[in-house]
Structures are given as structure tokens and as C-alpha cells.
């Protein structure tokens, strides 16, 4: 057996193909390295890989540390041991992303409420189980320190991804005004955004629990006041963006976006801005 190194995403990262030609991701040291194409015999070099990953996935490779691609996947192996559905390798990367996130908001001081927490813990007590699993794993394998109120944030993604094995997330009821609120980004800032790329599947995810919480009367409810009064001063485009925002679900939807809320989409937003180097 030899894979074929077609693309690298980073020094220890590539895209692959096998020898059936299905596409991988492949993870080993220093599989970048070499110039591209090239094909390798000893499969020894590569320590793991990953099948059927959506493109829109495969830069977060290279965007997020490798020990916590690596924890990871070990969550998604003990994850696939504990449920009778198929689970995408996409797990890996979004809950990679999302832990990634995590970290760099702790390390902020930025503390994140699980409001749907007792909702999930009562309605979805095994993916609940899983998530604090998950939480136990990460913790260990990163010194990461996350709160216990992650497992449920943890568990969300299980569940995701469960319900992405017959059909993807969809919320046809918000599919509309999703929309429209990309447009007021899009018009905003006049940049494009890529529907394909993750960094926007990360927005439309955040904005359908967004508005789940809302039309459930449970906003985020935490201590960062100060932390969104800094946002607002350090980034007053996207806060002005954001507030347009409020304003638009306000007239549309009758909610009123309270300030943790505004913080969190604020943070999205710039994420949205930052890929395209605003």
C-alpha cells in the first residue's frame, strides 16, 4: 500500500490519496516538507488519518494546534464506540476548533454561560454523558482547565454530528434570516463571503443557537462586561456591524440582544472579517 501527498496544508499535514484514490488528510512529521506531489511507501510516517473530511475543513488543519487535532480524535474514537450511528471525521475539526476557541477565551478570562445546559443534560443525558467524556479527555490530554459547564457546548456538537449522518444541520425556520444577516455583514464591511468556508459554517451554527436561546428566553448570561466594553472600544467597526444586527432581529424577530450576546457575535463577525483581511 503507498499514499500519494498531493497537497500540504501544513509541515505535518497533507492531503492524500490512497490506493483507491479516495482523498484523505494525513498526519505525520514533517509530511509537508517535500515538494508536492510525491508518494510515500512507508506508512509509518503517518500517525493518523482521516477520511471523508468536507473541504470547507481541512485549512482548520492548519489553523489549530496538533495536539488538540489529536485529543481530538481520540474523543471522536471514544465517541464512535458509544453510538449506533456513522460519525464524520468532520467531528474532529469542529470540535478541535471549538476547543481551540475555548482555550484562547480562558486564557482571556472571557467566561462563556451554557444556558441550554439543564435543557441538554435532561433531554440528552447520553450525548451529555459523552460530552463530559469529552471534557475529561481534553483536560487531561491538553492541562486545559475548561469549566465544567463545557461539556454540555461539547455534547451540542455530538448531537450535531448524530443528526448530520442522516442530513446536515438545517434550520429551515432561520435559513432565511441567517441570510439576511450575512448580507448586513456583507454589505457592511463590502467584502465577500465564502458560503463554502468554514469560518462561515461556524457563523451560521453560532446564529441558529443564537437564536434558539433567544426564542427560548435564555440569552448568555456571564460577568464580561468590562471584556465587551474593551471589544466595543478595540473593534468599533464590527461593533457598529453587530449592532445592526440587534437592531434587524429586534424589528424582525422582536428580541432584544442583551450585551453577552452582542460580545459573542462580535466575535464571530471578526472572525468572518479577519479570513478575508479586514
Known amino acids: 500500500m503507498n499514499c500519494k501527498l498531493g497537497k ?26 517535500p515538494e508536492m506531489p510525491y508518494e510515500i511507501t512507508d506508512l509509518s510516517s503517518i500517525r493518523r488519518t482521516f477520511y471523508n473530511v468536507d473541504s470547507m475543513y481541512v485549512g ?13 480524535a481520540e474523543v471522536v474514537d471514544m465517541i464512535r ?21 475555548a482555550i484562547q477565551r480562558r486564557k482571556t478570562g472571557m467566561v462563556i454561560a451554557a444556558p441550554m445546559r439543564y435543557d441538554i443534560e435532561n433531554l440528552y443525558s447520553d450525548e451529555y ?26 455534547a451540542l456538537h455530538i448531537i ?29 464591511f463590502s467584502l465577500y463571503i465564502d458560503k463554502h468556508d468554514f469560518n462561515y459554517s461556524r457563523f451560521v451554527t453560532h446564529m441558529q443557537y443564537l437564536l434558539k436561546r433567544e426564542t ?43 450585551d453577552e450576546e452582542k460580545l459573542y457575535l462580535m466575535m464571530h463577525v471578526n472572525r468572518l472579517c479577519a479570513k478575508e483581511g479586514l
Open 160 to 188: 450535531n454530528a448524530k443528526n448530520m449522518s442522516e442530513a446536515p444541520l438545517k434550520n429551515e425556520e432561520n435559513s432565511d434570516l441567517i441570510s439576511e444577516i450575512t448580507d448586513i455583514i456583507a454589505g457592511f
Open 60 to 72: 482548520l488543519a492548519k489553523e489549530i494546534p496538533e495536539d488538540i487535532i489529536d485529543a481530538s
Open 8 to 33: 500540504k496544508i501544513n509541515n505535518n499535514v497533507a492531503v492524500c490519496l490512497d490506493n483507491e484514490n479516495h482523498e484523505l488528510i494525513a498526519i505525520g512529521r514533517g509530511l509537508g516538507f
Open 81 to 101: 464506540m458509544n453510538v449506533n450511528v456513522p460519525i464524520s471525521s468532520n467531528l474532529v475539526f469542529t470540535l478541535a476548533d471549538h476547543i481551540h476557541f
Open 129 to 154: 454523558e459523552l460530552g463530559e467524556k469529552a471534557l475529561a479527555i481534553f483536560n487531561k490530554r491538553l492541562k486545559a482547565h475548561l469549566p465544567t459547564e463545557e461539556a454540555s457546548n461539547l
Open 216 to 258: 427560548q428566553g435564555k440569552s448568555l448570561n456571564t460577568d464580561n462586561q468590562q471584556m465587551y466594553a474593551d471589544a466595543r472600544k478595540n473593534y468599533p467597526k464590527v461593533a457598529e456591524c453587530v449592532d445592526q444586527i440587534a437592531e434587524y432581529l429586534q424589528q424582525q424577530r422582536g428580541f432584544t440582544l442583551e
